[in-house]
């Protein structure tokens, strides 16, 4: 939820709601003032609230498309008129959360309103009585309109009403059709028709639609009710031409007043809006007053008083951005040079600062060395492990070698991620030198200028965590120290003589292609474990075939044959546990007349050792099967660790360019401050993950030479 809350287009919306206020007044404001001016009829005053909605829609619209451009929410200081001096931290957050449940609150009433005109509609009928089918022709007539209309009775309903924009239906209430004279239900109908020409149900979708979405503000809901009243007298002027018409047309409407059901929200009915106010406008032939009491008219006018006051009065509302500027040649590389720049680990001037935060002197090492001087001290440490067999000693020092490569390159992870944020933190102190002179000199703001300065020491606590570690979870727990110690540990050297190890091999950076079928015969033949098996198996059969031509001597070869059970691996162990499960006393008796007493024994004692070498050799199959599954998957993850690092690389470089683009837009001063802060420190975060990546993947593809026997050959030239 907080990654999502921080994210740009959700602090972009939070501005978009703040600028949403101000702006909407001010459009109510002028469509006001303009309503004032007489004399004002009811066709213009519904354009002019049908404007002022459409540029309430607008004015969100622009507002995003300028936050846009200025890549950073926050930045809309420098590309709106008016500038709010606003903390966007928890603030924007809860505003956002707060409209989220407020339109899905308001969003209910729609809903409700689709689902009511559905069930309308399903309950209808097209089956048009003859009187009726006679007033919609000269209603149609009458109107003109050239589009299909549809009419169908309900009988849930007391009002005529119009729904749909592309495919409109009028619904008559069956009800009407015996309350209302020719002449009135002609007038309705022609009401209904009058909307479905001007577009009405389209322009009440889009009232809805702003109703739910700004719900918050009163002059969105203020309009909206402004054009559903000037829309019926619209319709109204239209439908009662002469004195009679007028006269049917208001016994008409005060019929609708007795009923007055709930409508669905994307409808129009003729009962729609102030029926007492359009009766008395049209029996009175009196145009009812458009204008603003005095109360209204002083509150706009004070309105209008504060927000010229903030926009006179604030100096740090109001600001040039082309003004802002930094003095720092903005580092534009082509693509190579930033690809160059990531994977070289040569010593350069700006590349001497990888470990200036330590006073310690830098001990360079290489991976080979670290291998020779910790196998050589474990075994000065422990004369002990010099008694050891050789299966067991290359099992300790491959082991040993793998823990030692781990440590290597976590280190020369950690020794990169420092670099980068040392880096990060030069760059931003440099940007806020420069920010400080400006600021002086009344080009730059002192919120530039905070924002700068605190940039530089979130990358310095975060430089501090690097160095030591942090108790949070995570890759940077330990610290550069705490690798540099596990690695100290490892080869057996002191925590502490005043040096820093600094591991300086490259690492692998190209993808590694792999022969599975000869990588699995390599590790076959090599993994000690596997040779130590292979090599007790074969001394246990040869005692056992050595047994078997001793005991030759004494007794024929056939009863041998018939009373040892030929003994194999995997299924032929399942075969020697079924006849061992039969009676061992019924072989016995059945050879009993040709086997001397004292030679069962020792065919017992030759039969137990066939089993044990079945056991083993299930064992060893097992093994095998087991490593291979452990090759296969290695291999897989060394080959996914390398797209990890491939993508890391071209996200680097896409930032990378993009940082150059910001940095040349803010030394033009088309850029505010912040945006550049901010696109260094994505550049900073997507180092550290690349240089993380590449660590992971030469620890993946060292893994699989720890599995496949490559590991130990190294190890063996090193060893002797």
Request: proline letters at 4%.
């Amino acid at each position: 939820m907080n990654s999502w809350m921080e994210s740009t287009w959700a602090t972009q919306l939070g501005w978009v709601l703040l600028n949403s206020v101000w702006q909407f007044s001010i459009i109510a404001i002028g469509v006001t003032a303009i309503r004032s001016l007489p004399p004002v009829s009811p066709r213009q005053r519904h354009r002019l609230a049908c404007l002022g909605m459409l540029a309430m829609g607008l004015c969100p619209m622009t507002t995003w498309f300028l936050l846009s451009r200025s890549a950073e929410p926050a930045t809309m200081l420098s590309n709106l008129p008016i500038r709010l001096s606003f903390e966007t931290g928890w603030h924007l957050q809860v505003l956002v959360v707060g409209w989220l449940i407020g339109m899905a609150i308001f969003s209910i009433r729609p809903i409700l309103g689709w689902w009511s005109q559905r069930k309308l509609l399903r309950d209808a009928t097209g089956d048009i009585p003859d009187h009726l089918a006679e007033s919609i022709k000269r209603a149609l007539n009458r109107v003109g309109v050239r589009r299909v209309v549809r009419f169908k009775l309900v009988a849930s309903h007391s009002s005529l009403m119009v729904t749909g924009w592309l495919r409109p239906i009028v619904l008559v209430p069956v009800s009407m059709l015996g309350t209302l004279s020719p002449q009135e239900l002609d007038l309705l109908i022609v009401h209904e028709l009058l909307h479905v020409r001007r577009h009405d149900c389209f322009v009440n979708a889009i009232q809805v639609l702003m109703e739910t979405v700004f719900f918050y503000h009163p002059a969105v809901w203020w309009l909206s009710r402004e054009i559903h009243v000037s829309r019926e007298f619209c319709c109204d002027d239209s439908v009662s031409e002469s004195r009679e018409e007028r006269l049917n047309y208001c016994r008409a409407l005060l019929k609708l007043e007795t009923s007055r059901p709930p409508k669905p929200a994307f409808t129009l009915a003729a009962q729609d809006g102030d029926l007492l106010r359009r009766i008395r406008r049209l029996s009175l032939d009196v145009e009812p007053s458009l204008g603003c009491s005095p109360v209204a008219s002083l509150a706009s006018g004070a309105l209008v008083a504060a927000i010229a006051s903030v926009l006179l009065l604030a100096p740090a509302m109001v600001e040039n951005p082309a003004s802002v500027a930094v003095a720092i040649e903005p580092p534009v590389a082509p693509l190579p040079e930033a690809v160059s720049a990531l994977e070289s680990t040569e010593e350069t001037e700006d590349a001497s600062t990888t470990v200036t935060y330590l006073e310690q002197e830098r001990w360079k090492l290489k991976l080979d060395e670290c291998i020779s001087i910790a196998i050589q001290n474990r075994f000065e440490q422990n004369p002990d492990l010099t008694k050891l067999d050789d299966v067991s000693r290359e099992v300790l020092v491959r082991n040993l070698a793998r823990d030692i490569e781990n440590a290597y390159w976590d280190l020369y992870a950690a020794h990169q991620v420092s670099a980068a944020i040392l880096k990060g933190r030069e760059e931003a102190n440099l940007i806020a030198e420069d920010i400080e002179q400006r600021v002086e000199r009344g080009i730059c703001t002192l919120q530039e200028l905070s924002q700068a300065e605190g940039f530089a020491k979130k990358l310095q606590t975060k430089l501090d965590e690097s160095i030591s570690g942090t108790n949070e979870a995570g890759s940077e727990r330990a610290g550069l120290l705490g690798q540099e110690n596990m690695l100290r540990e490892l080869m057996g050297v002191a925590s502490s003589d005043d040096t820093v190890i600094d591991p300086i091999d490259d690492p692998m950076r190209e993808p590694t292609q792999y022969e599975f079928a000869a990588s699995v015969r390599k590790m076959m033949e090599t993994i000690p474990e596997l040779r130590n098996s292979r090599t007790r198996i074969e001394q246990q059969e040869a005692e056992v075939a050595a047994a078997k031509a001793e005991l030759a001597k004494e007794v024929d070869v056939e009863v041998i044959e018939r009373f040892l059970t030929p003994v194999g691996s995997g299924d032929a162990l399942e075969q020697v546990k079924e006849s061992y499960a039969r009676s061992e006393s019924t072989i016995i008796e059945r050879e009993n007349s040709k086997t001397p007493f004292g030679s069962r024994r020792e065919l017992a004692r030759i039969r137990n050792a066939e089993f044990r070498i079945a056991r083993e050799n299930s064992k060893l199959e097992e093994d095998k099967r087991l490593f291979t599954s452990k090759l296969s998957e290695a291999i897989r993850k060394t080959n996914q660790q390398y797209q990890l690092y491939e993508a890391n690389r071209e996200q680097c470089v896409a930032i990378h360019n993009e940082t150059s683009a910001r940095t040349a837009q803010f030394a033009e001063g088309t850029t505010p401050a912040n945006v550049v802060l901010q696109c260094r420190e994505k550049y900073v975060l997507c180092e550290i993950d690349f240089w993380r990546a590449i660590a992971e993947y030469n620890k993946a593809e060292r893994y699989v030479s720890y599995l496949d026997g490559n590991l130990l050959d190294e190890v063996r030239s090193i060893w002797n």
